[in-house]
């Protein structure tokens, strides 16, 4: 069974940054993609950015500029830097690995609290 552990998260304030790390027990070049997710209180999941196994990156709007999704095979490892933080940032941050090319995640992290002071 695939565990995927996110470290990282904590409080900061408006404008700092923080690097999130989700490290898998496994090889991550096993998945296709893998992605940051995020929950705010109240709202639903959402995707924050993915990068394939040929490194590929995607972002949402929001993040767009402000984000960066990186992997590091040999620590079977990815980060997110993250920059520019907004109070509107604050969500519990999810890692996630998918096997296939399309289709839904198959493993999931246990998140990391990520909190914005304004």
């Known amino acids: 069974q695939v565990q995927l552990v996110e470290s990282g998260g904590g409080l900061v304030q408006a404008g700092g940054s923080l690097r999130l790390s989700c490290a898998a027990s496994g090889s991550i070049f096993d998945f296709n993609a893998m992605g940051w997710y995020r929950q705010a209180p109240g709202k639903q999941r959402e995707l924050v950015a993915t990068?394939?196994?040929?490194?590929?990156?995607n972002y949402a709007n929001f993040v767009k500029g402000r984000f960066t999704i990186s992997r590091d095979n040999a620590k079977n490892t990815v980060y997110l830097q993250m920059n520019s933080l907004k109070p509107e940032d604050t969500a519990v941050y999810y890692c996630a690995a998918r096997l296939g090319r399309i289709g839904p995640y198959d493993y999931w992290g246990q998140g990391t609290q990520v909190t914005v002071s304004s």
């Open positions: 990068i394939t196994k040929g490194g590929s990156t």
